[in-house]
């Protein structure tokens, strides 16, 4: 039996009872395109509430997201703080073994060019810097080295120099010339190393004489490496990586394992610690307080009611402002025998349809924005940390809250809509 086959057979009290219970012989099509015509034809105002939807729904997202991952890198922090150190002892006595073991000449020819290759001792532009910043350091030691030599000359010619002053002379010069001697082995290990660099760039064969100078500039390097490694610390980030590589080519190295075992753990720990370190320092810089994180802030929780709240009392006064427009339309329908019920279900449609649009461009936006946000202020950190199983039940809430706040706020103009008698709403002047 046809729908309309079965609204005419009923009458009498089944007819009441449903009228009475909100039924009413209108399709569903119908009644979407009843809403879809109200959005459009109020376009302006529906994009103003739908607006106001997307702003709440984004700070939403992004307040959760942000605390979340504010709370991840907290904890991070203080995981990476309290973990176990190394014996200090214990890596001292490593890097004194690998100085002694003379490691850069256990590697294969082949080995030694890769390890220099990773090394990036071929790349000489810093090299060639740091050997031009040597010149004038240089003259100044020369000089002074000159000048010192020349005073003490002259105070042992002087009849009435006394001992101490050719002492204080002599401990000059020697002072100058010790100043000058480590200048002149910086520039020799600078020039071994750049001629090394650019052996290696061109990729030219030097024969045994550059293998050894290879050899030289690698256990110079390796040597540094591994005698500032025995102080946490000493090494920058790019020295950090290049013991990092010398420690893997090590590895299999059997009469090393122990030492090479400690500096690899040494190095691991002092990694852990600066990343610690620079979580720690963001999160200050940023202003928030790991302590207080890791116990929970109720002011962001208040922050994100009273935004929901704000969103919730602007739709209704949209819909509102949608009534008082649609007073002709809604008599009008009431007068055709649209009944309560259809009314109601027409305005929560129409505040649901733009909840949920809303709520889902919010959530975008406020994931791209904490994102962004999370990348500027914590940098690579930021998105190791990033709240990704917790972020998906974020933006759940987000989205049933979207739809919730429309709905909410709609309840109360759909019942003023409702409730209006048709005689009076087609008196108003539009």
């Not at 890769?114 to 240089?138: C, D, F, I, N, S």
């Not at 009392?313 to 009944?339: D, H, Q």
Request: with cysteine; glycine share 8%; aromatic share 4%.
């Amino acid at each position: 039996m046809s729908e309309p086959q079965a609204h005419s057979q009923l009458y009498g009290e089944e007819l009441l009872d449903r009228l009475q219970h909100g039924w009413a012989p209108l399709p569903n099509k119908t009644l979407f395109t009843l809403v879809m015509g109200g959005l459009q034809i109020r376009m302006m105002r529906s994009l103003v509430t739908m607006v106001s939807i997307v702003l709440a729904i984004a700070f939403l997202t992004y307040t959760g997201l942000a605390n979340q991952l504010f709370y991840n890198l907290a904890e991070e922090s203080k995981r990476l703080a309290d973990s176990a150190p190394v014996d200090p002892g214990l890596i001292t006595e490593a890097a004194a073994a690998l100085e002694r073991a003379d490691v850069a000449g256990k590697l294969s020819l082949d080995e030694r060019r890769r390890l220099a290759v990773e090394m990036q001792m071929h790349k000489t532009v810093k090299l060639e810097a740091e050997m031009l910043g040597l010149t004038r350091p240089l003259q100044r030691a020369q000089a002074d080295s000159d000048k010192f030599a020349g005073e003490l000359a002259s105070v042992e010619k002087d009849p009435v120099s006394t001992p101490q002053d050719v002492a204080r002379a002599r401990a000059s010069i020697e002072r100058a010339r010790a100043e000058l001697e480590a200048l002149r082995a910086k520039r020799d290990v600078l020039n071994e190393e750049i001629a090394v660099g650019r052996w290696l760039r061109n990729r030219r064969n030097g024969g045994a004489a550059m293998d050894d100078k290879l050899l030289d500039a690698l256990r110079v390097r390796t040597d540094a490496l591994v005698s500032l490694a025995a102080t946490p610390g000493r090494l920058n980030e790019d020295g950090l990586r290049q013991l990092e590589i010398l420690l893997k080519y090590l590895a299999g190295r059997t009469e090393l394992a122990e030492p090479v075992k400690t500096m690899t753990e040494a190095l691991a720990q002092e990694k852990r610690k600066r990343t610690g370190s620079d979580i720690t320092l963001r999160l200050r810089q940023a202003g928030i307080n790991i302590q207080a994180t890791l116990e929970g802030n109720p002011l962001d929780t208040w922050l994100i009611i009273m935004a929901l709240l704000t969103c919730t009392v602007g739709i209704a006064n949209a819909m509102l402002m949608s009534v008082t427009e649609r007073f002709r339309e809604i008599g009008t329908m009431k007068c055709l025998g649209a009944l309560d019920a259809l009314i109601v279900k027409m305005f929560l449609l129409e505040s649901g349809m733009l909840g949920a649009v809303g709520a889902l461009i919010g959530i975008v936006f406020g994931l791209i924005v904490a994102l962004v946000a999370a990348l500027l202020q914590f940098g690579w950190h930021g998105i190791v940390n990033f709240p990704l199983a917790k972020g998906l039940v974020v933006l759940s809430i987000s989205v049933l809250a979207g739809l919730l706040l429309a709905i909410i706020g709609a309840v109360y103009p759909a019942l003023v809509a409702a409730g209006m008698k048709p005689v009076d709403a087609l008196r108003v002047d539009e």
